[in-house]
């Protein structure tokens, strides 16, 4: 694929991610969710009220800057609502998470090209990242956790970049992986995962290098094997070595350098986030703060029904067995007004339902699990294989792209879904969302691998997939656009009774 169509497939897909995001954004002339905290914390910013908040400032900050420039346009004010303490319309307090959401995908396009140098797969990534709805849902309210993927996934970008450099550039983009991973920790602390798994496939790096020193690879005794094993990672040209992936640079990031770059300058910025919050509010200085957050989700209860009926603990997210409703009203008929206040009509009585539902693309969820257990068989598979070869347990000496990218998959989802095991409040789908990065990335590399095969049926299983997930996400478009849905069509879409 050339480089102009690279460029035109990412503008393609940002238009799509825009349009969804920004379409009719105004609809719902209401708090959704918890916009009744977020709207209303980025709008006490601009009346200077002082509140306290269980989450790190900096998505409020943003949405505050949105209020404040969006008051300031033409256009977006047919609705208004005094909702947040102030007339705002819906347009103000949404904008900003409909245009970082916008970006999310096409940096998943980015990261996934930086990682591979492989155009189509980093397409295919951004392209299935755009048809999933929970991140539709997210990026259309004035909610927090679509900041943190923004971040995230800049921050992780912007490491695989300082990797492909040399001394001072390297630092330099270094340092902004640090600011931004600080950024994504200001927005709420499971940002944190994103820089954790960084560290992850650096100390794992080291560790296959300390452990190819304890077991040295033998002369291979079944030399047809040691390709499909460990090809070559890079190729030669002009007597320079061309790199097939910044991972294999990992090793020229020492310690000190980790714990500099990726250590102090994210808690120094972090820290430098709260400023602007205890200037505010000054009740509680920056230790005491943290101690009444964490008393807060100490104290926040279990997931159980009784504490919220969308609860659902971390095992329930993979296979999206208990999505969450963010808005739920009914009508008698099409043309009645938008409902937006008040309790539902009776089920009887019901004919319209307008529901937000943050769910998930399933087939794309699911296609994504069994993605990463595939390719966590794969790279297993491939250890034992070599030491098989072997006679003993080794590794191989140069480790071949695809299961670096494998690696690097497999250890970012696990640091941003295995956290949550221990925690025992009350917890949502959309924490999920760190993690679900990862699963479009491997089910995207999976697609791309088959595409790329010689053999038909490998073509047309990747083929067959992709527009499942395509049509899925038409399918469920309605739900996570608050679409009119006649009762029936809305029950079709509903296909177990946990996502009700």
């Not at 819906?90 to 970006?103: D, H, I, K, Q």
């Not at 491997?442 to 049926?457: G, H, K, N, P, T």
Request: charged fraction near 10%.
């Amino acid at each position: 694929m050339n480089k102009n169509l690279y460029r035109l497939g990412i503008l393609g897909i940002f238009l799509l991610a825009l349009g969804l995001r920004f379409w009719g954004i105004n609809r719902f002339n209401t708090l959704v969710f918890d916009e009744v905290y977020y709207a209303q914390f980025g709008n006490d910013y601009l009346t200077h009220t002082p509140f306290f908040n269980a989450h790190p400032p900096l998505s409020q900050y943003i949405i505050s800057i949105g209020i404040w420039i969006g008051s300031h346009l033409p256009f977006g004010r047919e609705t208004v609502n005094g909702l947040t303490g102030s007339l705002l319309a819906p347009w103000n307090y949404r904008w900003t998470n409909a245009l970082f959401g916008s970006f999310v995908p096409v940096l998943v396009v980015l990261l996934t090209y930086q990682l591979s140098y492989q155009r189509a797969f980093a397409l295919i990534a951004g392209f299935f990242t755009a048809c999933d709805g929970l991140f539709l849902v997210e990026s259309r309210y004035a909610l927090s956790d679509i900041y943190i993927i923004f971040f995230g996934l800049l921050g992780q970008w912007l490491f695989l970049l300082a990797l492909e450099k040399q001394k001072q550039q390297r630092y330099l983009w270094l340092i902004l992986a640090g600011i931004t991973f600080g950024a994504a920790v200001g927005t709420k602390w499971n940002g944190l995962f994103f820089l954790t798994g960084i560290y992850g496939i650096w100390i794992i790096a080291w560790v296959i290098r300390r452990l190819k020193f304890l077991f040295p690879p033998r002369n291979p005794l079944f030399p047809q094997l040691r390709f499909l094993v460990s090809p070559p990672p890079s190729k030669i040209a002009n007597n320079r070595i061309i790199l097939q992936t910044p991972l294999q640079n990992l090793l020229q990031i020492n310690i000190f350098q980790m714990l500099f770059f990726l250590g102090i300058i994210p808690a120094t910025i972090y820290s430098l986030i709260w400023i602007p919050h205890l200037q505010l509010d000054r009740r509680y200085d920056f230790i005491e703060v943290h101690r009444q957050i964490w008393y807060f989700h100490a104290h926040l209860g279990g997931n159980l029904p009784s504490v919220h009926p969308y609860c659902a603990a971390w095992y329930k997210w993979p296979l999206m067995t208990r999505p969450m409703a963010y808005y739920y009203q009914t009508a008698h008929n099409f043309t009645d007004p938008i409902p937006v206040l008040g309790p539902a009509l009776p089920s009887q009585d019901a004919n319209v339902i307008y529901d937000v539902h943050a769910m998930g693309n399933p087939f794309l969820w699911w296609f994504g699990l069994a993605a990463i257990i595939f390719i966590l068989g794969l790279v297993i598979a491939k250890i034992i294989v070599f030491s098989i070869e072997q006679k003993r347990f080794s590794f191989p000496t140069n480790l071949d792209i695809d299961t670096w990218i494998c690696l690097y998959l497999i250890i970012d989802y696990l640091a941003n879904l295995s956290p949550w095991i221990p925690v025992t409040r009350c917890a949502f789908i959309y924490h999920y969302m760190g993690g679900l990065v990862f699963l479009f990335m491997a089910i995207a590399w999976l697609v791309d691998q088959c595409l790329r095969s010689y053999f038909l049926i490998l073509r047309g299983f990747a083929v067959t997939i992709s527009f499942i997930i395509i049509g899925a996400f038409v399918f469920w478009m309605p739900i996570y656009l608050g679409l009119p849905l006649s009762t029936t069509h809305y029950h079709w879409r509903m296909w177990f009774t946990s996502w009700i």
